[in-house]
């Protein structure tokens, strides 16, 4: 796996300040994506152990609530492989930061089992995460006043809730 960025503080992308990391690959090529370099899986550099390092090293700070993953997508089976390890790493060493991840694909379609991206390493991903904001960026829904989303179609889901339910529960609404 490749990595376009990695932001050792950040308030854009989840609540408090995060280390966020942008992954590289995806195949959803929203219209308008803010970062559509992200869409190649060799963008970058290799998700290597120095990067896993930095951001370990930038999580060790009592200020910084969490990571946050988005990109690209990290729900691209190729990033999922790599990144559930690496999740499971930090839950390990940090275990009151919360995660976050971003991602095109829809939660109940394409996520959960059956769905077109689910595969062998998604419900162990699903049950890392503490939210998870799904959906296409849509143009047309685009509305600069939403919280931690491009536009209107985008849901921002308590995973914990979700995955006890067996439902689809929002967080902040």
């Known amino acids: 796996m490749n990595y376009g960025k990695i932001k050792t503080y950040d308030i854009a992308n989840g609540e408090g300040v995060r280390v966020t990391l942008f992954v590289s690959g995806c195949r959803n090529h929203c219209f308008n994506c803010f970062q559509p370099q992200t869409w190649d899986f060799g963008y970058g550099q290799p ?26 997508d990290p729900f691209e089976p190729e990033n999922q492989a790599d990144l559930v390890p ?4 930090v839950k390990a060493r940090y275990p009151d930061k919360d995660i976050w991840a971003f991602t095109g694909y829809i939660l109940d379609q394409d996520l959960l089992d059956g769905g077109r991206l689910h595969g062998p390493w998604t419900d162990r991903f699903l049950s890392l995460l503490d939210i998870l904001v799904d959906g296409p960026f849509v ?8 919280k931690f ?5 985008q849901r921002i889901i308590d995973m914990k809730q979700s995955l006890a339910s067996q439902d689809v529960i ?4």
Not at 86 to 89: A, G, Q, S, V, Y
Not at 149 to 153: A, D, E, P
């Open 149 to 153: 989303r491009g536009s209107s179609n």
């Open 47 to 72: 998700f290597d152990q120095a990067a896993r390092d930095q951001i370990f090293q930038a999580l060790d700070h009592t200020y910084i609530q969490g990571l946050t993953l988005l990109g690209g």
């Open 86 to 89: 690496f999740l499971e790493e």
């Open 139 to 146: 143009q047309n829904l685009y509305d600069i006043s939403l």
């Open 170 to 173: 929002l967080y902040l609404e």
